[in-house]
């Protein structure tokens, strides 16, 4: 098999494999859209700043967004 051959079987292999994915998903991304639907008519609240929050507050969020963002120096927007 040339280079060329490969590279055309390797691309049909990936289309394949993300057709997959994409039937295997359908359902739920349109529960995610209809849900996505559903809550667009609810207004977004403003988050209180984070100096209403305590030390041991502010600390406890800085601690679970390096977790989450797997991070020492995780920043808040």
Same mark, same amino acid.
């Given at each position: 098999?040339?280079?060329s051959?490969?590279?055309?079987?390797?691309?049909?292999?990936?289309?394949? /494999?993300?057709?997959?994915?994409? &039937?295997?998903? &359908?359902?739920l991304?349109?529960?995610?859209?209809? @849900?996505?639907?559903? @809550?667009?008519?609810?207004?977004?609240?403003?988050?209180?700043?984070?100096?209403?929050?305590?030390?041991?507050?502010?600390a406890?969020?800085? /601690?679970?967004?390096?977790?989450?963002?797997?991070?020492?120096?995780?920043?808040?927007?």
């Open positions: 098999m040339d280079v051959a490969y590279m055309i079987a390797a691309a049909v292999a990936q289309m394949a /494999r993300d057709d997959a994915a994409t &039937a295997t998903f &359908a359902a991304d349109a529960r995610n859209q209809a @849900a996505l639907e559903q @809550a667009g008519g609810v207004p977004e609240t403003d988050l209180p700043s984070s100096d209403a929050l305590t030390t041991d507050e502010q406890l969020v800085h /601690r679970v967004l390096n977790s989450a963002l797997g991070s020492e120096t995780a920043s808040v927007a």
